[in-house]
């Protein structure tokens, strides 16, 4: 059987919920049995998300296969509770990376390349191959960006072609607008979406639906001046206002029919059976909207001004703290504005510190590792967390004068973390970590093992440094355990201190493999020690 499209684009402006709206028609797709996926498209000509700022952009997210894409990826995965390989991001560089590459090779017969078709159709190609490859009743492509942005047109324009071709049939175009309520005039405004609309039937493209943003459900009259203006019926404009939980849009859009409406559309009828999966889903959604006796977790990191900069670290303590039927209460802390004003850290159940990189505001994350040390606070540092914790113990409990990373002071006089060996020829930025799913021997004998109850786990990674294994023996004399290894005993994983509550440091990144209702361990280990703190 064909594969389906649903094309989802947005309108008015950035960071209303595509992503979410994507996600949410996937779930509500797999609940009713149907073998599904998503695909991002990133409109920028960066050649993947490995080199963004995620103060701007939002946290990298790191596939399996070592893909460094969108955040938008994660939440895929969270919501379908399956891993998405690297292709499913598809940036400009990629794309025009590849058409290039072929008229250098000849394989254009002396064509003149040009945007229509070369580029539209290596667009096309990736978005079949995907769906061919993995044999998917649907796959719901979301557009980057907003309609009348230059640097989407070529997308768009191949997404048209792609209805053209396949027939209106096999393709559903998914609008996601905005209709503000002003203050001062107190009613929803449906001028954005009309204008949004009518930019995207400029350029050819009739959405089929209209997801619409609001702060409150969209009335029956701001949904029939929708219709009107925007040749789409009133069942097919849907609210998607304000809600606790992303997770609970799926459930929104379900009870206004929207199920129903793609399978119409599809010509699929009698495929609606969502009713025998929604318990267990349901159960999840439900077991994350706890409420009251909060787990205090202080989140020390870089880029705490943007909360989408550590957006899976965030939902995996959601993910720890719902299975121990608790909730958890993150406040994001600045490791540059301590100041030496540790003690406000004993406020805290816990104290988390993810990944990052360079200088800027280390010294404040290293303060952090020795304080919860001292005061005997539950600790997980994830990748730089990892590594600042181990610079801490250095100095505090072995004496290691002047202790740090070679990312930080490239002369300190104890490297305690130091560049691998194959980054050392390294020219390039983005793509050139370590990075995806590496393999990790734990030791029986251990905290981690008790964590992961394995000899064996796989992680994912991103990472340039690691811990300088010259110090392994005199870490050991003084306390720490190295209980996580990979690469034959060549790379440090995992740090414990046994003697204290819980300090506990990982070199891999184990919130990408956190999901609703399956949470990753190490975060559960840890929100419920910091539970009983």
């Known amino acids: 059987m064909q594969t389906k499209f649903i094309f989802v684009t947005g309108g008015v402006m950035s960071g209303l919920g595509k992503g979410v709206v994507s996600a949410s028609i996937s779930k509500l797709l797999q609940l009713s049995d149907q073998k599904v996926s998503c695909v991002k498209i990133d409109p920028y000509l960066n050649f993947d998300a490995g080199t963004m700022n995620p103060i701007a952009h939002g946290e990298v997210f790191v596939t399996e296969d070592g893909g460094e894409c969108d955040m938008d990826i994660g939440s895929y995965e969270r919501y379908l509770n399956r891993d998405i390989p690297k292709s499913h991001n598809i940036t400009t560089a990629q ?61 768009l324009e191949a997404l048209r072609q792609i209805k053209v071709e396949d027939g209106s049939e096999n393709v559903i175009f998914v609008h996601v607008t905005l209709a503000p309520s002003l203050d001062v005039v107190g009613e929803q405004k449906t001028k954005p979406t009309q204008h949004s609309v009518q930019e995207l039937r400029r350029i050819g493209i009739q959405p089929d639906l209209l997801c619409v943003r609001c702060t409150t459900p969209l009335l029956d009259k701001t949904r029939q001046k929708i219709s009107m203006f925007t040749n789409v ?44 999966n929604w318990d267990s889903w349901n159960t999840i959604v439900n077991s994350l909207q706890k409420t009251g006796n909060p787990i205090k977790i202080a989140m020390v990191g870089k880029y705490v001004t943007l909360v989408d900069s550590y957006v899976s670290v965030n939902e995996a303590l959601k993910h720890a703290s719902a299975s121990i039927g608790r909730s958890v209460k993150i406040d994001w802390i600045d490791s540059e504005t301590f100041n030496g004003n540790l003690n406000k850290l004993d406020n805290f159940d816990g104290v988390l510190v993810p990944g990052g990189f360079g200088t800027r505001g280390s010294e404040g994350i290293i303060d952090t590792a020795t304080y919860t040390l001292e005061k005997n606070i539950p600790y997980l540092g994830i990748c730089f967390g990892f590594q600042l914790a181990a610079i801490a113990f250095g100095r505090k409990m072995c004496s290691l004068e002047n202790a740090n990373s070679t990312e930080i002071i490239a002369d300190t006089k104890n490297p305690i973390i130091d560049l691998l060996p194959e980054q050392k020829n390294e020219t390039d930025m983005g793509g050139s970590l370590r990075l995806g799913a590496n393999e990790i021997k734990i030791n029986q004998k251990s905290l981690a093992h008790k964590i992961y109850n394995s000899d064996k786990i796989s992680k994912r990674h991103r990472h340039r440094y690691e811990f300088n294994t010259k110090y392994r023996d005199e870490f050991l004399k003084k306390g720490m355990i190295f209980s996580g290894e990979s690469d034959d005993g060549k790379r440090m994983e995992i740090l414990e201190v046994p003697t204290h509550k819980f300090f506990l440091g990982v070199q891999f990144h184990p919130e990408f493999n956190s999901r609703p209702g399956f949470p990753e361990d190490v975060f559960k280990t840890f929100v419920t020690a910091a539970a009983q703190n």
């Open 233 to 276: 019926t009133t069942d097919d404009v849907f609210s998607c206002h304000d809600a606790k939980s992303i997770f609970m849009i799926p459930q929104m859009l379900y009870e206004q029919g929207l199920v129903d409406v793609i399978f119409k559309k599809f010509a699929r009828v009698g495929y609606v059976n969502t009713s025998k």
């Open 95 to 155: 794309i025009y990376s590849s058409v290039i590459d072929a008229e250098r090779k000849g394989k254009y017969l002396g064509a003149c390349v040009q945007i229509i078709p070369h580029i539209t159709d290596e667009i096309k190609n990736r978005i079949r191959a995907i769906a061919n490859d993995e044999k998917l009743d649907v796959l719901i492509v979301e557009c980057g960006g907003t309609v009348g942005d230059i640097e989407s047109l070529p997308f």
